[in-house]
């Protein structure tokens, strides 16, 4: 079993999402064991209230972007940044393949996703798999990577394979 450790960066959301994203985290935690990978550490940083200004509502690729560049948390691990809304078309965003090189990266280095219950893990779990490497699956309606939601939450064995070359996987 190998790990992939988290900085939960919550913008704007505070204390009261941690449930949500708990529950969330078991349910990515299940979703990867199809594939041997589970969550290693989880740190929680919030952005301070002061710096917010406006980046808690994520409209596009572009504000995705601001927003990675313009945080991250310290450590190997893929900063999940939880905001207040992202467009209505877009629960959450994350480059494929992510970097492992977050500081002065000039792509999106993070996942940005808003809470979406009951779907929040299966959208967390989504977006962590592309940061590893996967795209979307047009066809298969039960595939984690259907970019539907709620789908079967389905990882196959090559996807596997592919989510373990990653550089954060430890
Ligand atoms: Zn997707």
Partial sequence: MRRIDL??????VGDPADPIIQRALATTNDIFAQVNISLG???????????????????????????TKKWTA???AIDVFVVSATADW????????????????VFVSGVVMQLSEPSTG????HEI??????????????N???YTVPN?????QSQGRRMNTHCFLH
């Fill in 7 to 12: 900085n939960i960066i919550r913008v704007g």
């Fill in 41 to 67: 550490q989880v740190k929680r940083f919030d952005v301070p209230a002061h710096h917010i200004a406006g980046m808690n509502v994520i409209r596009d690729k572009n504000e995705a972007f601001e927003l």
């Fill in 74 to 76: 310290p450590g190997r």
């Fill in 90 to 105: 877009m629960l959450g965003a994350s480059p494929i393949g992510g970097t492992c090189q977050k500081y002065g990266c």
């Fill in 122 to 125: 299966n959208v967390l779990a």
């Fill in 129 to 142: 798999g592309h940061y590893l490497g996967l795209d979307d699956d047009e066809y298969d309606k039960s």
């Fill in 144 to 146: 984690l990577m259907h």
């Fill in 152 to 156: 079967g939450k389905k990882l196959t």
